[in-house]
């Protein structure tokens, strides 16, 4: 039994799938977090940008 374990323990089989998921996990979170971080000083922005532009007149005559 402990050379079952033994075994187990030893073998790496299928630890590149495991640090894939881990990599990909970690970026993901990190993504999210930017996102998270970012988005509300980009609408703000995007609501002042269109109030300036709201505000500018089309010139009709050249």
Known sequence: MFNLINTF???EDGAVTVD???LTAAIVGL???VLT???GATDEYADE???HL???G???TY
């Open 9 to 11: 323990a030893r073998d």
């Open 20 to 22: 894939w998921v881990v």
């Open 31 to 33: 993504g999210i977090a």
């Open 37 to 39: 971080t970012v988005g």
């Open 49 to 51: 940008i269109g109030d």
């Open 54 to 56: 709201d505000s500018l």
């Open 58 to 60: 089309i010139k009709t």
